[in-house]
């Protein structure tokens, strides 16, 4: 089914996001999360498309795994990324040939280390060109977009970010998700600023749980999203003296006041960066699971 409808029926919602297991021998643990986290009745499941190229086709293969084995609604993510038309429209046939009707059109990110992000095509240079195609070419397809509540970080300003945003919407998306984020008041006040410019379509914050410092730090090393210096002090701090598991005990508390907070602010759901994790989503789930509807 297409999120556009299944977001005009049922708010508020959990959606998760995964990313393709670097090896083979890691897909049964990778389902067997996705097995376990069905019961959180998940709105949708998104799945990353890899940076480098190595994970692309794994992206294909999951989503239509997701649909037609395990009955999740997924939502694949592309990128420009060594995009071509040829190769984009291959993605996209493999998509609706699998049943999949959803996807997340991004551009990508420049390669480690770099600033600068090279398009490999000219028809193919940011996200609203890789939106047009899609809308153009396959009518039928849902898009969403990505959206940064505290600025893209290589966007000039928030004001040239709202109007490339607004590009990407007006080229045919149909919903945004967000950058992670770790004050609420960014997503409000980005909500605010994009109603103020004419975006209308549907806003999903996305939530990351911590699970660890330096998984933590990698993140915000090229996604340009900002931790509240307390709480990145009690990180580090209980990274230092429990380790992984005094990280994920302070990021799940974390993670639930600031859904809780978005939710009682008409948030219209929360899509969770799982990392490919199982029980923090289910820590999560058992706290929200009244209040929330999903698919
Ligand atoms: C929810 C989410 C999921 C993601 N999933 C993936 C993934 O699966 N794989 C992956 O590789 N990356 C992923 N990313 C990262 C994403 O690829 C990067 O953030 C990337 O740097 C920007 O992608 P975009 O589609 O937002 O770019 P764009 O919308 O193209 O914007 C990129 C930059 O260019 C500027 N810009 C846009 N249009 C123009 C224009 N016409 N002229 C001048 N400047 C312009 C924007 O202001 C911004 O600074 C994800 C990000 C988010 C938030």
Redesign the pocket.
């Known amino acids: 089914m297409r999120i556009d409808t299944l977001l005009a029926q049922k708010q508020p919602f959990l959606s998760l996001?995964f990313?393709p297991p670097k090896e083979r021998t890691q897909w049964p643990g990778f389902f067997d999360v996705a097995r376990q986290l069905k019961s959180l009745n998940p709105l949708f499941c998104?799945?990353?498309?890899?940076?480098g190229g190595s994970t692309q086709h794994n992206?294909l293969e999951i989503v239509t795994r997701m649909k037609q084995e395990y009955g999740l609604e997924p939502l694949a993510?592309?990128?420009?990324?060594g995009a071509s038309a040829t190769r984009i429209r291959s993605f996209l046939d493999g998509l609706s040939e699998g049943g999949v009707r959803n996807v997340?059109?991004?551009?990508?990110?420049?390669p480690r280390g770099t600033d600068i992000?090279t398009p490999d095509s000219d028809e193919f240079?940011?996200?609203?060109?890789?939106v047009a195609f899609i809308h153009r070419t396959y009518p039928d397809l849902c898009i969403?977009?990505?959206?940064?509540p505290e600025?893209?970080?290589?966007?000039?300003s928030m004001e040239?970010?709202l109007?490339?945003?607004k590009?990407?919407v007006d080229a045919g998306a149909h919903f945004i998700?967000?950058?992670?984020f770790f004050d609420n008041d960014f997503y409000f006040s980005f909500v605010e600023r994009t109603r103020a410019v004419g975006i209308t379509v549907p806003i999903v914050p996305?939530i990351l749980p911590v699970q660890n410092v330096p998984a933590l730090q990698r993140m915000l090393s090229?996604?340009?999203a900002s931790v509240p210096a307390d709480y990145l002090r009690d990180l580090e701090h209980a990274q230092a003296r429990y380790g992984d598991s005094g990280v994920r005990g302070l990021g799940l508390g974390y993670a639930k006041a600031q859904i809780a907070n978005l939710l009682d602010h008409g948030a219209p759901g929360v899509?969770l960066y799982t990392l490919n994790k199982a029980d923090t989503c289910l820590e999560i789930w058992k706290e929200f699971s009244r209040r929330i509807t999903g698919a």
């Open positions: 996001e990313f998104s799945v990353t498309y890899g940076a992206t993510h592309l990128t420009c990324v997340l059109a991004l551009r990508g990110d420049p992000f240079q940011y996200g609203s060109d890789l969403g977009v990505a959206g940064y600025k893209h970080p290589q966007a000039v040239e970010d109007r490339h945003l590009a990407k998700i967000t950058q992670l996305g090229f996604c340009g899509h």
